[in-house]
């Protein structure tokens, strides 16, 4: 099996395809060892795990790494939505204010003086979205 991509590879599914496609046409046409690539299914890949008729360790409790022990966290993936939201809203805030001030760079219409407040300030909001993406402090994930 190889997998493909990351988590922004399919954000242009017709691009991800094409590009998917593209590697299994060059792979097939140029393998040197008895390989045949495909494209798997959710269902053929299932297909293939039951016909290997292997074992599969079943992970319960903490999913995501914890450096101290006192620490458990549950269901940050699907809970504290609006929280998640004020993530993405600042994240986009810093991206917009450092767009805005790079054109401003580029037009020479920048002081030394607004530049080092611009990179203070960027620096204090890059470090409050950090600590907000930890999932160690998602409000209600931590005991």
């Known amino acids: 099996m190889i997998l ?8 242009n599914a017709n691009t991800g395809y094409d590009m998917c ?5 060059i792979g097939n046409r140029f393998q040197k060892v008895n390989m045949n690539f495909i494209m798997s299914t959710p269902t053929r890949y299932v297909q293939a795990l039951k016909r ?12 995501l790494n914890q450096h101290e022990k006192k620490y458990i966290t549950q269901g940050a993936f699907s809970s504290r939505p609006s929280f998640k939201k004020h993530i993405r809203d600042a994240s986009a805030q810093y991206y917009a204010l450092a767009k805005a001030f790079s054109r401003q760079v580029i ?14 300030t960027s620096e204090d909001l890059l470090d409050q979205i950090s600590v907000m993406q930890s999932s160690a402090i998602i409000p209600g994930d931590v005991k």
């Open 52 to 63: 290997e008729n292997t074992a599969w360790p079943v992970k319960n409790g903490n999913f």
């Open 21 to 25: 496609e593209k590697m299994i046409n």
């Open 4 to 11: 493909v991509g990351d988590n922004f590879f399919m954000q």
């Open 107 to 120: 037009d020479s219409k920048v002081s030394k003086d607004q530049a080092e407040k611009y990179v203070k």
